[in-house]
């Protein structure tokens, strides 16, 4: 079947630096992809989201880029700091009402 | 507004014990969703409703039932718990694509 996937399970980062967490999706049907991020103990919170009719959107230190052409999905943080640190998700909606699939999750370490 | 609300947060079952876990949420929303989340993975989708007095099976329903009390409520059973149904649940609304997440019940079953 179609599914959400992710380049990286984990990724470690220097505070400071900018972070990029990649997610590649196949269902080409997909206008809509969201990440979330998850701290310990905790529910996944929204932080970005795009549709497929644009390929960049901008939020607070955070970008998503969007490339239809290679279905792939980016994160983009800027500045990274500890609080950053959590389990970063995307989801996309395939048109199935409104439902998400959701990829597998990349852990994001943010280094003192 | 409180957001979406799920209790308990922490749960230990024998094999074979029932329970229901509880989502509420007070944003008017009419989808409402249930999800279980194994160590070191995403979300995978149980059961959802779309509206009230709708519901519909997701992608691993097996061992579980729903009920949508009513626009704010949709709890989840567990008739007979088995160890493999050992996880973090979440219950989550949305109105449209955004789904808002509760803060998850993590159940052990021995």
């Known amino acids: 079947g179609e599914s959400v996937g992710l380049h990286l399970p984990t990724l470690s980062v220097q505070e400071g630096d900018n972070s990029i967490i990649n997610c590649a999706y196949s269902?080409?049907?997909?206008?809509?992809f969201i990440w979330y991020k998850q701290e310990s103990g905790k529910g996944p919170q929204f932080i970005i989201d795009?549709?497929?009719?644009?390929d960049k959107r901008q939020g607070q230190r955070v970008t998503v880029l969007l490339n239809k052409t290679v279905k792939h999905l980016s994160l983009q943080i800027a500045a990274t700091q500890p609080g950053d640190s959590a389990v970063y998700f995307c989801?996309?909606?395939?048109?199935?009402?409104?439902?998400?699939?959701f990829g597998g999750g990349t852990r994001l370490m943010v280094k003192p | 507004n409180a957001g979406v609300t799920q209790t308990p947060k922490f749960q230990v079952l024998k094999t074979g014990q029932s329970m229901t876990l509880q989502c509420a949420q007070d944003?008017?929303?009419?989808?409402m969703y249930w999800y279980r989340q194994d160590p070191g993975m995403g979300l995978r989708l149980i059961y959802y409703?779309?509206?009230?007095?709708?519901?519909d099976k997701g992608e691993v329903p097996n061992g579980y039932n729903v009920s949508r009390l009513n626009k704010r409520e949709f709890s989840l059973r567990l008739e007979s718990a088995a160890p493999s149904q050992t996880s973090v649940y979440f219950c989550?609304?949305?109105?449209?694509?955004?789904?808002?997440f509760g803060p998850g019940t993590r159940l052990t079953v021995t």
């Open positions: 989550a609304s949305s109105d449209r694509w955004e789904q808002y």
């Open positions: 269902n080409s049907a997909s206008d809509y």
């Open positions: 944003m008017n929303h009419n989808s």
């Open positions: 409703s779309a509206s009230e007095g709708t519901t």
């Open positions: 795009i549709r497929s009719n644009m």
């Open positions: 989801a996309e909606n395939n048109n199935a009402g409104n439902m998400l699939t």
